[in-house]
């Protein structure tokens, strides 16, 4: 069977427990340049406009990870004499807007949309999105998260099939960027209970994200930390108020698709294992 767990750290969904812990101080603050045949569209300067949903899907990675977003609007924009290609700022005109209003985290996002043209015999029109993400931890001024994308939609009008291909495009590229918000701002200490917890045995990421969404149901949990991902083992650490055993119990009775959990617990550790169920062996198919 052809393992894809190994795609692990790239597509790890959205679905880690929310702490208010988690984020430490942690602020962004989201600079945003959508261009298109319309114009463009940005969420920092004196000519920001509101944020849609094209921004909201853009900080749910950070607000997932318990990182609270900060405004740039109206703030004046620094000269920006090297940005990357498909971003509207460099990390130094970015990392100065961040500090001017606090933030410790700037998300450098471009997005450039363009006519793909009619479909043929039809009247659906196309729209073809290109979209850049850089994520910089304002402090160390080095980027902790960079990817790029490309996505297309038709749409009865062309306004719907550009939000459609910007929506799939910044899916894509920010895809494995919870992960790195997790590890690069690890949540400190806190006195309540901690669990370590092991994952081994998912041939794709659709088993862990199953166990984590039992996790973050389990009454009492209320963080969840990545500490290491790679191929055929996840290692988290988790908090929790109420004791190892109630955890163990949700694992086990968590649901996992074509499977089932052996989970075993020794003093304050968890380790958990994914049992796959065998496919039939079917007897070949012969003619006459």
Same mark, same amino acid.
């Given at each position: 069977? !052809? !393992?894809?767990?190994v795609l692990l750290a790239l597509v790890l969904p959205t679905v880690l427990v929310a702490t208010t812990a988690r984020a430490q101080s942690a602020k962004a603050v989201l600079l945003l340049a959508a261009k298109s045949d319309s114009g463009t569209v940005v969420t920092f300067g004196r000519d920001a406009q509101e944020q849609g949903p094209l921004s909201r899907l853009v900080q749910a990675p950070f607000a997932s990870s318990g990182i609270s977003m900060l405004s740039a609007k109206d703030v004046a924009i620094p000269t920006s004499t090297s940005a990357p290609k498909g971003l509207p700022l460099d990390d130094a005109a970015a990392s100065a807007i961040a500090r001017g209003v606090g933030a410790s985290v700037a $998300?450098?996002?471009?997005? =450039?949309?363009?006519s793909d043209g009619r479909l043929r015999a039809t009247s659906f029109v196309g729209e073809r999105v290109q979209v850049r993400v850089r994520v910089i931890d304002v402090a160390s001024g080095q980027a902790i998260f960079e990817s790029k994308a490309k996505a297309a939609a038709y749409g009865a009008e062309?306004? /719907?099939a550009r939000s459609v291909a910007s929506s799939k495009a910044v899916a894509k590229a920010t895809r494995g960027l919870e992960a790195k918000l997790m590890l690069h701002w690890p949540a400190p200490s806190k006195s309540q209970g901690h /669990? +370590? /917890? +092991?994952i081994r045995g998912a041939e794709s990421w659709r088993s862990v994200a199953s166990i984590l969404r039992s996790l973050a149901a389990t009454r009492g949990v209320t963080a969840l930390h990545a500490l290491e991902i790679g191929p055929g083992r996840v290692v988290l650490s988790l908090e929790s108020r109420q004791g190892a055993a109630q955890v163990v119990d949700s694992l086990r009775r968590a649901r996992i698709h074509n499977g089932s959990l052996s989970v075993q617990l =020794?003093? =304050? +550790? /968890?380790?958990? !294992?994914? $049992?796959?169920? +065998?496919s039939p062996i079917l007897p070949p198919v012969t003619n006459g």
């Open positions: 069977m !052809r !393992r894809v767990f $998300i450098v996002v471009g997005v =450039s949309a363009a062309a306004q /719907l /669990l +370590s /917890l +092991s =020794s003093g =304050s +550790s /968890l380790a958990v !294992r994914v $049992i796959m169920k +065998s």
